[in-house]
Nanobody, 120 residues
Framework: QVHLVESGGGLVQPGGSLRLSCVASGIIFRGYAMGWYRQAPAKQREVVARIGSGGNIEYGDSVKGRFTISRDNAKNTAYLEMNSLKPEDTAVYYC??????????????WGQGTQVTVSS
């Protein structure tokens, strides 16, 4: 059974910072690409940041220069460091893991999400 458990969300003032964590179980973590997505009310889910199994990174345009994604394969954990937060960053943030099972089947797993609210 695969589980992705996010934590670290909450209420923060504009300009503040938060660090999200995603702990994975049930997968060979080092072989999976990890990503953070977000969905605001009445909006489509969008990519925030992704980090490949080899460490290659990409960011959504709206968070470049403010957010940093990282991973610790020894801890089966992906992180999202969010700085200079804006009210428009308010959303539910989801962790995603994409990889291939031993039989070659592509797997795409999601966490339950963690709420981030940026407000004064």
């Amino acid at each position: 059974q695969v589980h992705l458990v996010e934590s670290g969300g909450g209420l923060v003032q504009p300009g503040g910072s938060l660090r999200l964590s995603c702990v994975a179980s049930g997968i060979i973590f080092r072989g999976y690409a990890m990503g953070w997505y977000r969905q605001a009310p009445a909006k489509q889910r969008e990519v925030v940041a992704r980090i490949g199994s080899g460490g290659n990174i990409e960011y959504g345009d709206s968070v470049k220069g403010r957010f940093t994604i990282s991973r610790d394969n020894a801890k089966n954990t992906a992180y999202l460091e969010m700085n200079s937060l804006k009210p428009e960053d308010t959303a539910v943030y989801y962790c995603n893991a994409v990889g291939y099972a031993s039989d070659g089947t592509r797997e795409d797993h999601w966490g339950q999400g963690t709420q981030v609210t940026v407000s004064s």
